[in-house]
């Protein structure tokens, strides 16, 4: 007789018109900037009970291009970031608002923190940042054809700049010494893009050779 235990089906789907959900009874805003909006609410738990939660909204959507050049190499900004008291190297990223095409934004944000313009630029990836506290969702894309022009960063942005094989980045990805979310999800949806036949030949024999 088969004993192997029988796991449970699967469902991803949302299925929010079977399942219980979060009530919001009051709301209030607590703190609104022109990046986030604070909110304090009453709230009834999918079990029934009261409970009070903070929610950070987001004005734009959060952006990420991973700049993946014909030999393998990958363009990185390093920056201090203030949340976290901590020197940061990542990928290029910043925000667009939701009536904005995301595409734009991504072409924009390449363009102002790195010079590089881009021939290509797919979306690979989106997800929620932190669904516990935000509703912040990202969309990431990866950036081929790319050209070198002049950068434009803001008067708060103080970069550095590195060009990197993307297999040293990757290993500095899983030994936690690059931190940024938005950068270890990037790459490791590239990786995975390449081991699965998702890139093109060349692309796929540059980061994995």
Not at 36 to 54: F, K, L
Not at 118 to 128: N, Q, R
Not at 137 to 159: I, K, M, W, Y
């Amino acid at each position: 007789m088969d004993k192997t235990p029988k796991l449970p089906v699967w469902d991803s789907e949302d299925r929010a018109d079977v399942r219980p959900q979060w009530q919001s009874v009051t709301s209030e805003t607590v703190f609104q900037n022109p990046w986030i909006r604070i909110e304090s609410h009453d709230v009834i738990t999918p079990t029934g009970h009261p409970a009070h939660y903070g929610l950070v909204k987001f004005a734009n959507r959060a952006i990420a291009v991973l700049p993946l050049h014909d030999d393998g190499t990958v363009s990185l900004v390093g920056q201090a970031r203030f949340a976290v008291d901590a020197y940061s190297w990542e990928l290029p990223e910043g925000g667009g608002p939701f009536d904005e095409d995301p595409r734009t934004a991504a072409f924009r944000e390449l363009k102002e923190e790195t010079g590089l313009e881009a021939a290509h630029l797919h979306e690979i990836l989106s997800f929620d940042m932190s669904n516990s506290v935000t509703n912040e969702v990202a969309v990431c894309f990866l950036a081929t054809g790319l050209s070198q022009s002049d950068r434009a960063p803001d008067e708060t942005e103080a970069f550095e700049y590195a060009r990197v094989p993307f297999k040293i980045l990757l290993d500095a990805v899983i030994k936690g010494q690059v931190r940024d979310g938005l950068t270890v999800v990037s790459v490791l949806r590239l990786h995975h893009m390449a081991v699965t036949g998702e890139l093109l030949p060349h692309l796929r024999d540059a980061i994995l050779s």
